[in-house]
């Protein structure tokens, strides 16, 4: 008797793993930690409510194996990914990413050609910048990438992160390539550049928060990390500093899965998700600038604001712009077959 | 018995000071998940239940925990009858063939973790198990085996089948006679074998990182993508409750090896 | 009625066999038959035969680091935990009652601790500005930090740490076992308490300290979670290339190869070990 209630419960407890989601709802993935939570706060909820939806969250450092292993097993748990503009084009090329229908995207007319492809459109913006720890460096911080591959001058621990995006670029910078000459990248001279203070990095850092981590915990003296997350331990009290200068801007966007079974739903969040007023709220919670660019034109962000977040003509002009194109083109996937080898050898 | 010589002194020393670096992660993770600040200094400068109020408040943190417990208590359920069952297969003949098999089902334990989780993905991929409660409870199933089979076996060990014999005989039939006879006996070393399994479950990580996605991902999938990402005192409050609940279950443990000696005193 | 007692040797194989049947099943659908299709993959590539997959564990300098990495860590653990555990089991096999429980108990209790809340406490006690830095510091040791953590040598310590339990506890059921008589008879006979030690009680628990070394040996050659969390990107061991080959990379026929050769020298490791001590008693500790 008891043992068929036990084998009752289990049913019951295996059988909910088959409950399907409420129709009317899709699941949003992103990259966890505070700036996941400020997208909640700024879009996420306001447009659950505007649509009348119900949006589930998931967080992924990694999001492009997790949609790769959907779309071979044709189950998806997820609809609207946030990810660098690369692994949306490159996902979309291979049939893992659905194309965008663009005449239920209104909003996107806001958006400047340069930040859509057929599968995406550009969420926020970010930067890799040089952080540091001020309490080490104080009045004479490191200012270039020159400087931070120069250790006789800057001694200190580094960190660099565990993948070529940004960082072959940073490379090329200290090695003395022009903002505006980075593309095509010569990957040669990148990877030789790289070899020189490979011996001097501490830690290979894997996502945005570890990196802040490290510099707010003094593991490391100076890194390349992303600029929302340096102000944001920044706040918290944490001894640290950065410069837009040679920093390398990037934006991730939002792309809709192809297995998704809810397609049109996913659609309407895509286009509320980049309404002026939600993205310029965005800046309230976090540093990372609006994707939509007409979002500064509202008056919806104090002017404060401004010098903290990387898109502003300000502050886009001391950076250079990551090429989408470039990243997501066969030297691309190069780039990251040759880093593997580079990182571990 | 024996002078205190020094060397032995040193060498109590010695132990000591191992013993003492091996309960300081446990030292170190109660105190830190009471700190005020987001950053890892110790000790915390001030004390909070800031990062308990974070993990209580957080939909994501308690839908993992509720995972986690389900599928470790399931499955520590269904590796205890499953492996009760082959333990006392086992033990009913000591050839070659049953050795080999007993080999077989401890492979989980041999078996690099990754290396079953690429293969336990490779298969749910094609059966469409990825990301469901089943597919999670299944895969604890498998790895837990091993711990009920073996404390089974110790159990069994122990235990005169002649005493089976004789409930037979008397006109129970065999189930009848394991039930009422041999289950009985052997209760402690399955009790302890269920725990075990259910520790493990708890425990599971890296096949979890293959298999587990969207809704049902366990507690120790998030705390591993958070201390990848975000490391904060959140996982030190976690750290501190899952360390209470495996106290109590290894308390569960100890008591339970106490009655079960108890209960053989008397039987002798 | 002996014949209904004792039934014929086919209906207990029977029996056995249906008893047994759920088990194997679970292991093979999850474990053997996977297994198996690694090493198909591991020798395919675009529908043909291939040794491309291992020839690259040779020629690509990457691949053969990882191994050698793997290996020294496992050898530097498996000893550490030996040097370190050995006193303690020593010290348990000793002790009184009361003093006995005491010591099995912090023994046992970190295996009861989740293997990430030991990776964060070690990332907080290890750290540039943690415990060990700052009390070396403070005792005038050091005058900078040293870098303790998210590189190798934070990694054997969280890795120790986590596998020692596994050498003292069948160290010191053989301890146990040796007869308090045969090191008292070697003392009156005139031997130094080191000739005692090396000839007579290092050899007779020898099967447990053999059995816990096979069995750390193994287990740290796939540990995973440990190095990805305090290896700081630079510690790779062979259980995280095959995670990032399949993860990152798409690489199926490259983490199959690297997992066949894992696998090879782990079985290989335990066909030595077991040729002294039955396996399924190492395997039993865990």
Redesign the interface.
């Known amino acids: 008797m008891t043992a068929r209630r036990?084998c009752l419960c289990?049913a019951l407890?295996?059988g909910?793993?088959?409950a399907a989601r409420a129709d009317d709802g899709i699941?949003f993935v992103s990259?966890?930690?505070?700036y996941q939570a400020a997208q909640t706060q700024a879009i996420l909820d306001p447009v659950a409510r505007q649509l009348g939806i119900s949006i589930?969250?998931?967080?992924?450092?990694?999001a492009?194996?997790?949609i790769?292993?959907?779309t071979?097993?044709g189950?998806a748990?997820?609809d609207v990914v946030d990810m660098p503009a690369k692994d949306c084009a490159r996902g979309g090329v291979r049939g893992m990413i659905a194309p965008l229908d663009y005449a239920a995207i209104p909003n996107a007319r806001d958006l400047p050609d340069a930040y859509k492809t057929p599968w995406s459109v550009a969420y926020e913006f970010y930067s890799s910048v040089l952080a540091y720890n001020t309490d080490k460096y104080g009045d004479a911080p490191p200012r270039s990438w020159a400087d931070f591959w120069d250790v006789k001058k800057f001694p200190g621990?580094r960190a660099l992160r565990?993948n070529p995006l940004a960082t072959i670029e940073a490379a090329l910078l200290a090695d003395g390539v022009p903002p505006d000459r980075l593309y095509p990248i010569d990957l040669d001279r990148a990877f030789r550049k790289l070899e020189q203070i490979k011996p001097y990095?501490?830690?290979?850092?894997?996502?945005?928060?570890?990196a802040a981590?490290?510099l707010?915990?003094?593991?490391v003296d100076m890194e390349m990390a992303w600029s929302n997350r340096v102000s944001a331990?920044q706040r918290?009290g944490?001894p640290v500093g950065f410069t837009w200068n040679q920093g390398l801007l990037q934006y991730t966007s939002l792309c809709i899965l192809k297995v998704s079974p809810h397609i049109a739903t996913a659609t309407r969040f895509v286009d509320a998700a980049i309404g002026r007023q939600v993205q310029a709220d965005l800046t309230r919670y976090t540093d990372n600038g609006p994707g939509n660019p007409r979002a500064y034109d509202i008056g919806a962000i104090p002017p404060a604001r401004l010098r903290d977040l990387p898109n502003t003509l300000d502050n886009a002009r001391r950076q250079a712009l990551v090429s989408t194109e470039w990243w997501s083109s066969p030297a691309g996937d190069e780039a990251?077959?040759r880093w593997?080898?580079f990182?571990?050898? | 018995m024996r002078a205190a010589s020094p060397a032995r002194i040193a060498a109590f020393l010695f132990a000591g000071l191992v013993l003492l670096w091996l309960i300081l992660p446990v030292l170190i993770v109660i105190p830190m998940s009471f700190s005020d600040s987001r950053f890892l200094t110790f000790p915390p400068k001030a004390l909070s239940l800031r990062w308990y109020h974070a993990y209580l408040g957080s939909s994501l943190w308690l839908r993992a925990t509720r995972v986690s417990l389900g599928v470790a208590a399931a499955s520590a359920v269904l590796a205890t009858a499953i492996g009760t069952a082959a333990a006392y297969a086992l033990n009913l003949s000591n050839g070659r063939a049953m050795k080999l098999v007993k080999l077989v089902l401890l492979l989980p334990l041999m078996v690099p973790i990754v290396i079953t989780g690429v293969g336990i993905f490779l298969v749910y991929a094609r059966v469409g198990l990825l990301a469901t409660l089943t597919g999670l409870v299944l895969a604890n199933t498998m790895l837990g085996v091993p711990y009920a089979l073996t404390s089974v076996l110790g159990a069994l060990a122990q235990f005169d089948p002649a005493q089976e014999m004789v409930a037979r005989s008397l006109g129970m039939n065999r189930p009848r006679a394991f039930f009422a006879v041999t289950l009985p006996q052997i209760a402690p070393g399955v009790l302890s074998g269920a725990l075990f399994a259910f520790v493990a479950g708890l425990d599971e990580t890296v096949v979890a990182l293959f298999i587990s996605g969207g809704r049902y991902q366990p507690l120790t999938k998030r705390m591993f993508t958070a201390l990848r990402d975000e490391i904060d005192p959140t996982i030190a409050a976690i750290s501190t409750m899952l360390t209470l609940v495996s106290c109590l279950v290894a308390a569960a443990v100890m008591l339970n090896a106490r009655w079960s000696e108890r209960r053989r005193g008397v039987r002798a | 009625m002996a014949a209904s007692r004792k039934p014929p040797l086919r209906a207990e194989a029977l029996l056995a066999a249906s008893l047994l049947t759920p088990a194997l099943l679970l292991v093979a659908v999850l474990l053997l038959v996977p297994l198996l299709w690694l090493v198909w993959q591991s020798v395919r590539q675009d529908g043909g035969f291939t040794l491309a997959h291992y020839a690259r564990l040779v020629t690509d300098p990457a691949y053969g680091a990882t191994f050698l990495q793997t290996f020294r860590i496992s050898a530097i653990v498996t000893l550490a935990c030996v040097v370190l555990g050995f006193p303690v089991a020593w010290a348990a096999a000793e002790s009184g009652p009361t003093l006995r429980a005491l010591i099995l108990a912090l023994v046992v209790l970190p295996l009861w601790t989740s293997v990430l809340v030991r990776a964060y406490a070690w990332i907080i006690v290890l750290q540039r500005t943690g415990l060990v830095n700052s009390g070396l510091e403070a005792l005038g040791l050091i005058h900078r930090p040293v870098i303790l953590v998210n590189n190798e040598f934070g990694t054997i310590v969280a890795t120790t740490h986590i596998l020692m339990p596994f050498v003292v506890l069948p160290l010191y059921t053989t301890i146990r076992t040796i007869p308090r008589e045969v090191l008292a008879a070697a003392a009156s006979l005139g031997g130094t308490p080191a000739f005692v030690f090396t000839r007579v009680y290092l050899p007779l628990s020898l099967p447990g300290l053999l059995s816990g070394a096979a069995l750390v040996c193994v287990l740290s050659l796939g540990f995973y979670i440990t190095p990805e969390l305090l290896g700081g990107g630079r510690t790779y061991t062979v259980s995280m290339l095959i995670a990032r080959n399949i993860a990152l990379y798409d690489e199926w026929g490259a983490a199959s190869s690297v997992s066949v050769a894992l696998l090879a020298c782990i079985f290989l490791i335990f066909f030595l070990a077991g040729r002294i001590v039955p396996i399924d008693r190492i395997v039993g500790t865990r």
């Open positions: 036990a289990l407890l295996l909910a793993g088959g699941t990259q966890g930690g505070s589930d969250q998931d967080s992924a450092p990694d492009w194996a997790e790769r292993t959907q071979a097993t189950k748990f997820w621990t565990d990095i501490t830690v290979w850092w894997t996502s945005g928060a570890q981590q490290l707010a915990d003094g593991e331990v918290e944490a990251m077959r593997l080898t990182v571990r050898h």
